[in-house]
């Protein structure tokens, strides 16, 4: 579903570009573009050089701003990139500063960001970034476009987010802070963050390791902002950060009420794609009220809720209660990552490759009938080197030795299901099945949340694994 109708209202992506007036007044973007005899062009979003050229043209043609974007870096694309801009243009006029100065956090070689608001505002900015080249491109753009009284470049060689700012200079101050984290912890995350449930992208993929990858992925560097934050609360006045995964924007509003962070969100809606935005302050504004967070445009997605019972001689507790379920989803190959443990709470990101949960009693009957049958064999087998022929057998041990064969079959057939993607009939190595699992205290009792996230299971998928939770749950 395009959601471009739910973009910010003043993004101007939200009519499409004119993609005959950029044949007609680029050069480079003619050479990528293909008119047909109608008249109508269009280009391959799939091709990295093609979203290149486009992005450059855009900038040139929308906000007179000449970028260089390497071949090895990521691709910013606008229409997200503006409704950042323009969700801080909101908090900012919410709080009656007319020429705020902002810091952007890992600002890449295009300093997309500073360029932006300076162009677009006249905001003063200072981009921040550990990666020597990508600094060094990013100055690059910023000279080229004559913005050095506007937009200043910091070299981070520190692990601090923040911090290393004010300690060379006591004296800083920001009115805003935003940023755009990696998203991942490892390559492996990359791999497998789409689900096989989703069309394919239609754009192309861009970005190198350091731009798309961090340790503890964006909800870690999120909770390090978060913790910088409170040490340098008076040095900005909104901190402010985009989400890329749905989970972590729960997690991390979950940390912010429980310190009793005053804060808002957003969703950033383009394309075929939504990112989410927080926005966090230490300082006497309300932000829920002056900015509130935007209308829901769809349904979403409902977790299903289930009382856990008490086991006998174990602990009726979060702590207990997540470890029992950690251990019947290693039972049944399903991943999990936790993102949240507290004393009353704990958070379960998993996935599932294949279905291991269905079936279930079928795969013990067959899988005590083999084990019969195996031992039967092994009795046979020794009746064999005590010269004991197979034509001495009585007819109902020659028609186990036959049974036997066809559990083993069936067995195989055990196998065989259990590495199919049963939504779709065929096989899989993605996973099929992503969802949210939390274990809370409510009332004096464990309570069990699950909620899907995406995978060709559905819905149907997250009932089942709960089912053979509570059949399970002795």
């Known amino acids: 579903m395009a959601l471009n109708k739910f973009m910010h209202p003043r993004n101007t992506y939200r009519t499409p570009p004119d993609f005959v007036k950029l044949f007609k007044d680029f050069e480079d973007f003619s050479t990528i573009a293909k008119m047909d005899v109608t008249g109508k062009v269009s ?37 997200l990139r503006l409704n950042y801009i323009l969700w801080v243009e909101d908090l900012m006029i919410s709080i009656h500063k007319e020429h705020p100065s ?5 600002t890449g070689a ?20 550990k990666d020597e080249d990508s600094i060094k491109m990013a100055l690059d753009n910023v000279e080229r476009n004559d913005l050095q009284c506007l937009i200043k470049l910091k070299k981070n060689t520190t692990a601090s987010l923040v911090e290393y700012l004010f300690l ?10 935003m940023c755009n984290p990696p998203f991942y912890s490892n390559v492996q ?63 991390l509003l979950l940390d912010l009420k429980a310190e009793g962070i005053k804060h808002t969100t957003t969703e950033f809606c383009q394309g075929r794609v939504t990112r989410w935005g927080i926005a966090w302050t230490y300082q006497d504004y309300d932000l829920y009220n002056l900015v509130p967070p935007r209308d829901k445009p769809r349904k979403k997605s409902t977790p299903i809720t289930f009382v856990m019972p008490e ?32 004393r009353n709470e704990s958070v379960l990101n998993f996935n599932a490759k294949t279905n291991t949960w269905t079936n279930q009693r079928r795969k013990r009957r067959l899988l005590k009938k083999l084990e019969g049958n195996v031992s039967k064999k092994q009795k046979l087998e020794n009746q064999e080197e005590c010269e004991t022929s197979t034509s001495d057998l009585t007819i109902d041990e020659k028609l186990n030795v036959h049974d036997e ?36 205290n409510k009332a004096k009792t464990v309570v069990l949340e699950m909620e899907y996230l995406n995978g060709s299971a ?17």
Request: aromatic share 8%; net charge neutral; glycine share 6%.
């Open 43 to 79: 280009i391959d979003f799939k091709d990295t050089r093609a979203l290149r050229i486009l992005t450059k043209c855009l900038l040139k043609s929308d906000f007179d701003l000449d970028v260089i974007i390497p071949e090895d870096r990521l691709v910013p694309t606008l229409p």
């Open 102 to 106: 902002g810091l952007d956090i890992g």
């Open 110 to 129: 295009c300093a997309i960001y500073p360029l932006l608001a300076a162009k677009k505002n006249k905001w003063h900015m200072v981009g921040t970034e």
């Open 168 to 177: 060379e200079d006591n004296d800083l101050r920001f009115d805003f802070c």
């Open 189 to 251: 995350e990359v791999l497998e963050s789409r689900s096989p449930a989703r069309p394919p992208p239609k754009n192309a993929f861009t970005g190198s390791p350091q731009e798309l990858i961090t340790e503890g992925g964006e909800l870690e560097f999120c909770r390090k902002l978060i913790k910088e934050s409170a040490k340098y609360k008076n040095h900005i006045l909104i901190f402010t950060t985009m989400i890329g995964h749905k989970y972590n924007m729960k997690e």
């Open 311 to 342: 086991i006998p001689n174990l602990p009726y507790d979060v702590e207990h209660t997540t470890e029992k379920i950690q251990q019947l989803f290693e039972g049944l190959k399903i991943q999990y990552k936790i993102i949240t443990k507290r």
């Open 405 to 440: 064969t066809m559990d083993i079959e069936a067995a195989c057939g055990i196998a065989l299901l259990d590495n199919m993607d049963t939504a779709t009939n065929r096989y899989t190595e993605k996973a099929i099945l992503e969802g949210i699992l939390k274990v809370s």
């Open 458 to 474: 559905g819905k149907e998928g997250i009932h089942q694994i709960l089912q053979y939770i509570k059949n399970n749950w002795k």
